[in-house]
């Protein structure tokens, strides 16, 4: 078991870097439209993009996304992150430490993110199925889970439901009754927040419900349209001879929901969200937190620049940052809490599905924000104010 696991690590890393694994399924970001403000009245450089997480305050609303640990030749990937992390005022969440937890050889793998980032939001990372006893293993006990933590020195727990990966895993563990009760005694006994944490099969409105019942802090919707773990695991089972396993990984890659759904859905639990799935550039962070996210984790463009260099990592972030800013200023938001109240329009296969599953007057209001603010205020004039902000006794114009 502890080499078979500390193999898989290093095997899906080659597999997500060497392979298109990518999910079919379009993440549909392009269904997410801004209401162009022509007169913006937002200079880029005033614009404030920190935001409060668990209680800590980030510079940038981006995540880097739970990615990977477990085996020496992947310690520089996550010294790379965690370098960039202290730098950005970022979180960064680290891979499954089920690898760790049964070998401790491999604990360096992780623990080098709190070396290399002292001050950083780091989250921890163990499977829901390995909450469970399993046929091939028992449950992780308390003193388990607690090690995770321990070793990153981590301001929080992600516990990833994966049950698609395990269903396309050739070792995969299948149970899976009996983990939100497990979820809710354990986030009863931590003394760290909790994040729910999808791995690209997406979180519906129902599901979001149940995990704030199991006493999670956040959830991480971790929806379709990114790294299919599905496909991931089907080249894994290939290259061991595994038909009937490999089958079922390829015809379940497109299996899950979009992630701006997700947001949607999700957001009726109250908690923060962390929108993660298919987020490539900063356009499409700014599109999730304008539907609700607090965060909006990146994954494989981060694996990508972290697998070759500190440098590339900084270069994609502050790329990333640089949009996300644009995107801010033509959609009149001087910071993040002011993008939770700018015009959106929901079109496509997003609004034919969130309008199927009763989402309708949530859309329209979205639409519509600024316009029913306007209303509510009484004031026949739109002005300045009305805007951006700002009063219109505080413009004048020079004369020449």
Not at 31 to 49: K, Y
Not at 83 to 101: H, K, M, N, P, T
Not at 176 to 197: C, F, R, Y
């Amino acid at each position: 078991m502890t080499e078979e696991v500390k193999q898989r690590k290093i095997e899906h890393v080659g597999i997500a870097l060497g392979q298109d694994i990518s999910a079919q399924q379009r993440a549909n970001w392009n269904d997410i439209q801004f209401v162009h403000q022509a007169l913006p009245e937002v200079d880029v450089d005033e614009i404030d993009t920190s935001v409060t997480f668990l209680g800590h305050t980030l510079r940038y609303p981006i995540f880097m996304s739970s990615l990977t640990g477990g085996h020496p030749d992947v310690t520089s990937i996550n010294r790379n992150l965690a370098r960039a992390a202290e730098r950005y005022g970022l979180a960064l969440g680290v891979g499954s430490q089920r690898a760790a937890i049964v070998n401790p050889d491999v604990a360096s793998s992780y623990a080098v993110t709190r070396q290399s980032a002292p001050h950083a939001f780091l989250i921890a990372n163990i499977g829901a199925p390995q909450l469970i006893a399993q046929a091939r293993h028992p449950a992780f006990t308390l003193q388990q889970v607690q090690q995770a933590i321990d070793m990153i020195g981590a301001n929080a727990l992600a516990v990833h439901m994966n049950s698609l990966q395990e269903a396309a895993q050739p070792e995969g563990d299948r149970r899976s009754a009996g983990e939100a009760a497990t979820l809710k005694t354990l986030t009863g006994q931590l003394d760290v927040p909790v994040i729910a944490k999808e791995t690209g099969a997406g979180v519906c409105r129902e599901q979001a419900l149940l995990l704030r019942s199991c006493g999670v802090a956040a959830i991480d919707v971790g929806g379709a349209g990114g790294s299919s773990m599905s496909a991931m695991e089907a080249a894994r089972s290939e290259s061991r001879g595994d038909g009937r396993t490999m089958n079922i990984g390829l015809l379940y890659r497109d299996w899950g929901i979009a992630t701006p759904i997700c947001v949607v859905e999700a957001g009726v639990a109250g908690l923060p969200l962390i929108s993660t799935g298919g987020v490539r550039n900063g356009l499409d962070v700014a599109r999730a937190l304008a539907l609700g996210a607090t965060l909006a984790g990146m994954g494989f463009p981060f694996l990508k620049a972290a697998s070759e260099s500190y440098e590339k990592v900084c270069e994609l972030l502050e790329t990333v940052v640089e949009e996300l800013k644009v995107a801010m200023q033509l959609s009149g938001a001087k910071s993040i809490a002011d993008m939770r109240q700018i015009d959106i329009v929901v079109t496509g296969e997003t609004r034919n599905w969130l309008t199927l599953r009763g989402f309708e007057e949530t859309l329209k209001d979205m639409a519509q924000r600024r316009w029913r603010k306007y209303k509510a205020s009484g004031d026949g004039n739109w002005s300045l104010k009305s805007s951006a902000g700002v009063e219109e006794s505080e413009v004048h114009l020079q004369s020449d």
